[in-house]
């Protein structure tokens, strides 16, 4: 009777582990469902500061994960603003000063527009599996939806964040937290999801609120007005002569 109790529960247990995506399964299905082969999106970020909030409306146009051109359509003061990344390699220009602005090395931990993004989190590819191993730590339940807890370790010392820890929907595999850790354990950045909807045959967040540890002030809200995938874009668009 013993040794029929141990086989059944030998025989659960392996049920249960085959039941259970890993780490790396997760973020494979986070990434066939949230990317594309290219998206059209306009947008609005909210900066709520200390005294005072801030939107800045954009339009965003991107192919794959290395190429993506932004220009910045209000308010006047940041009219006419353009953002272009190739690779690793960003360049903005400034209609005030007439001039194309490569950033890199520690301008890329600069923020955004005063906003709660630095632009190395913009640089940042989202294939994470690349950079980390990922491993399911276990179950918890986040604006009422179950969720999968993963743990990220940085394979090697070149990211920006040592270890991340995402919180991702059981039914949708779409992240609804993101938490953000140096090495030492210290929490550098929280993201949180929300407004999840289908489009077409994806989930994806029409709001994301991203909220630098590190800062004061109530974070940056961003909210997509339009997005649209798999369209064709011109090639011309991610050259610096368009950023003229």
């Not at 602005?101 to 301008?107: A, L, V």
């Not at 140096?182 to 077409?200: P, Q, R, V, Y």
């Amino acid at each position: 009777m013993k040794n029929a109790l141990l086989v059944l529960f030998l025989i659960g247990s392996m049920f249960v582990q085959a039941q259970n995506p890993t780490g790396k399964e997760i973020l494979d299905r986070i990434d066939k469902n949230m990317a594309s082969k290219s998206q059209i999106v306009t947008s609005k970020m909210i900066i709520h500061g200390q005294r005072s909030s801030r939107t800045i409306e954009a339009k965003t146009w991107s192919i794959g994960e290395n190429k993506a051109f932004t220009e910045y359509l209000a308010p006047a003061r940041e009219k006419g603003t353009k953002m272009l990344k190739l690779e690793d390699e960003l360049w903005i220009f400034s209609p005030s000063t007439d001039r194309i602005i490569k950033i890199s090395g520690h301008m890329l931990r600069q923020s955004v527009m005063g906003s709660d993004l630095s632009y190395e989190d913009m640089m940042e590819n989202s294939n994470l599996i690349e950079k980390y191993d990922a491993v399911v730590t276990g179950t918890e339940s986040i604006n009422d939806r179950n969720c999968w807890v993963v743990e990220l370790q940085a394979k090697t010392a070149d990211v920006a964040y040592q270890i991340r820890k995402i919180w991702v929907d059981k039914d949708k595999y779409i992240p609804l937290r993101e938490e953000l850790y140096a090495k030492s354990g210290t929490l550098l950045k929280k993201t949180d999801f929300f407004e999840i909807t289908k489009i077409g045959n994806r989930w994806y967040p029409k709001k994301i609120v991203f909220k630098d540890m590190l800062k004061k002030g109530d974070g940056t809200e961003f909210i997509i007005d339009e997005i649209l995938f798999e369209q064709a874009i011109d090639e011309y668009i991610f050259t610096k002569a368009a950023l003229k």
